[in-house]
């Protein structure tokens, strides 16, 4: 018997189809390009491409995405086959779904397998904004210098002229397109979770310049330099990654197959430092905020909402949790997170400037149970992310003789993954089973510290008895007493 067939796919054919209520702002086919946005991972696609939709649909304009991916091509496949379309789903608290279809993307490339028209979307000159979500680890540089990695081969051979694969690589090659054709003024967003985004990508645009022949690269970071903008912003919303589960449950909603869809809570932020070179969508008539000072923002979303998502993803993997929800529930890691905050992380977070939310607000919206984030998910880059995250407010309170003991015992669940044999660790990151090697061989807690510094050199912060010794101490108590033990007798 010849199976049934599935529900047909989401295009631009079905639009007449859908209910009213989920294609409602959607922009008219036809919008031009305004902006090439680099990494539509699914965070952006419930994010960035949502407020962009929203202000096309306040105010007009050609706004209109073309979706690059730096590097596989699963979603621009996915975005071709749908003539740009997919759904949010934004899940509430308690399970309840409201969808929406969002048709900002109006062309996708592979920035890694087709470089030429990649260069072409960003030189073109109805290009005003390219925006970037490419994950911490994708701007591949040394956080203690905030420039491109010196030993870093992929962005060697994408300086050498090849086809570029890095993020900082397909950029420097589109804005160099640009420049060749007199291209108007330029902004440029960095929209991922890293101290001073904006400032550093510009630090790492320069940095590959001076990697290209000199003759090369002077003039065109001379060029870049006079003729874009690379501003900060400030992001925040839980998009986990989606499930098959996700999928089938548009696919009831709506009766059609989305294979680009992405699932959300319904709070969704953005900051955005006002400093463009030219013309942008009218963000803030949306609920974007445009502001001259993004550091105080930026120290509460790092210190306060992403350290307590890295403290409960590594401490609750400890614990057996799989999920951020199981994990902020649990009874031995809840008080101990809002001690973290409370005394810790908040305080820091308002020693900047900032305006912390109460610890159970926090909590409450990472806890949501039926986002499933995973902890797996949120743990991998450890190097990366902790040192904004945990180590810098650490570092600051053992600079005005505070103990940050609590961050420091987040720190060192991070360690402890890595110590586990691999059958017992969630699956790492490239380049992290070296690590995760040498400090399953370490004898004893402070040796794999100290083998750890070497990777991740804010460990060294304090003098004395710096923040490495704090770390080591920490998880020699979560090996002779286990997450649990260590979590009950740090909180109380």
């Not at 639009?15 to 294609?23: G, I, K, S, W, Y």
């Not at 730096?70 to 996915?78: E, P, Q």
């Not at 300086?159 to 007199?182: D, E, I, K």
């Not at 909590?363 to 190097?383: E, F, K």
Request: glycine share 10%; aromatic share 4%.
């Amino acid at each position: 018997m010849a199976a049934m067939a599935g529900p047909p796919r989401l295009t631009r054919a079905a639009r007449a189809h859908l209910p009213a209520d989920t294609v409602r702002g959607l922009p008219p086919e036809g919008a031009g390009v305004g902006i090439v946005h680099l990494g539509p991972g699914a965070f952006h696609r419930a994010h960035q491409a949502v407020f962009t939709q929203e202000a096309m649909a306040a105010e007009g304009g050609d706004w209109a995405i073309c979706a690059a991916a730096a590097r596989g091509r699963a979603v621009v496949d996915a975005l071709r086959a749908q003539d740009g379309l997919y759904t949010v789903t934004e899940r509430a608290a308690d399970g309840a779904d409201r969808v929406r279809v969002v048709g900002a993307v109006a062309d996708a490339v592979s920035a890694r397998d087709e470089p030429e028209r990649f260069a072409v979307a960003v030189a073109a000159p109805t290009t005003h904004v390219v925006t970037l979500t490419v994950t911490e680890a994708g701007y591949r540089h040394d956080p203690a210098t905030g420039r491109l990695a010196e030993d870093d081969p992929e962005t060697a051979a994408d300086a050498a002229g090849r086809p570029p694969r890095t993020a900082v690589g397909q950029l420097v090659r589109g804005l160099q397109a640009r420049s060749r054709l007199g291209g108007t003024p330029l902004t440029v967003l960095s929209c991922d979770n890293l101290p001073a985004n904006g400032r550093l990508l510009r630090g790492l645009v320069e940095s590959f310049c001076a990697l290209l022949p000199e003759r090369e690269g002077g003039p065109l970071w001379e060029w870049i330099s006079a003729h874009t903008a690379f501003c900060g912003t400030v992001v925040d919303q839980v998009v986990p990654a989606t499930t098959p589960a996700d999928v089938d449950r548009v696919a009831a909603a709506l009766g059609y197959r989305d294979t680009a869809a992405v699932v959300g809570e319904a709070y969704r932020s953005w900051i955005i430092e006002d400093a463009f070179a030219g013309p942008r969508p009218a963000w803030e008539r949306v609920g974007a905020r445009l502001v001259a000072d993004l550091a105080p923002y930026e120290t509460v979303k790092l210190r306060c909402v992403n350290a307590v998502h890295s403290a409960a993803a590594c401490l609750g993997l400890l614990l057996g949790a799989t999920t951020v929800s199981e994990a902020v529930g649990h009874p031995a890691l809840r008080p101990f997170l809002v001690a973290l905050y409370e005394r810790e992380l908040a305080p820091s977070a308002a020693a900047h400037g900032g305006a912390p939310p109460a610890a159970e607000a926090v909590l409450a919206r990472l806890g949501n149970p039926h986002l499933r984030h995973r902890l797996a998910q949120i743990a991998l880059q450890g190097a990366k992310k902790l040192p904004q995250r945990l180590l810098a407010p650490a570092a600051e309170h053992l600079a005005t003789g505070r103990d940050p003991r609590l961050a420091c015992l987040a720190v060192a669940g991070w360690a402890r993954l890595l110590r586990l044999p691999p059958g017992e660790r969630p699956a790492l990151e490239a380049g992290s089973e070296d690590i995760a090697a040498g400090l399953a061989a370490a004898r004893g807690p402070r040796e794999a510290v100290d083998l750890l510094r070497v990777h991740v050199p804010a460990l060294s912060q304090g003098g004395g008895r710096d923040l490495g010794d704090r770390v080591a101490d920490a998880l020699a108590g979560l090996e002779r007493e286990g997450a649990e033990g260590a979590l009950r007798a740090a909180a109380p």
